[in-house]
């Protein structure tokens, strides 16, 4: 008797279940390759999650208001920041005019984990309130003195800028 197999025989069925099997070996081997070009990224990223959810765990269990469904997001969170990461490294891969892509996408999300992670070690009280808030005003600091800069005015960190947009006649005289 006769034994008949989707995979053995070519047939329709092993034809479409090889393409398939072809398929998903050679994106799981981009995959692969992409992430571990760029490992530190999805480190960073992950250290960064952790630490936060450990302030916000401590802090929900000070105050009283632990609960597991929103601890459980720290999986959302960490999955859905490294396919972010993975989608910016592939289009940074394939387009060379897109450099830029993934500091400009990677970094605020550090930035904005970190904030948050500092907010609940200031409320747990790991780190000192004025601490934090020195902090705080250091990054509002240079975030003045970047926009500055983009914005066209090149501004040193002890010049102040003008209230009030200069006009070209000024500039020729002056």
């Known amino acids: 008797m006769k034994r008949y197999t989707y995979l053995g025989d070519n047939n329709y069925y092993g034809i479409v279940i090889k393409v398939l099997v072809g398929f998903i070996s050679a994106m799981l081997g981009y995959m692969q390759v992409i992430i571990l070009e760029n490992i530190d990224m999805f480190r960073a990223i992950s250290f960064v999650v952790f630490i936060d959810f450990i302030f916000g765990v401590i802090k929900a269990i000070k105050f009283g208001r632990f609960r597991v469904n929103r601890a459980m997001k720290i999986v959302y969170y960490l999955v859905s920041y490294w396919m972010i990461l993975f989608v910016v490294l592939s289009i940074e891969k394939s387009h060379s005019s897109a450099f830029w892509l993934s500091e400009a996408v990677f970094l605020p999300i550090i930035i904005f984990q970190l904030?948050?992670?500092?907010?609940?070690?200031?409320?747990?009280?790991?780190?000192?309130q004025g601490l934090l808030l020195k902090i705080l005003e250091s990054i509002d600091k240079h975030k003045e003195n970047i926009m500055n800069n983009v914005g066209g005015n090149n501004v040193t960190p002890d010049e102040t800028v003008p209230d009030k947009p200069i006009k070209n006649e000024e500039i020729i005289e002056g």
């Open 115 to 128: 904030i948050s992670a500092l907010k609940n070690a200031s409320l747990i009280g790991a780190i000192p």
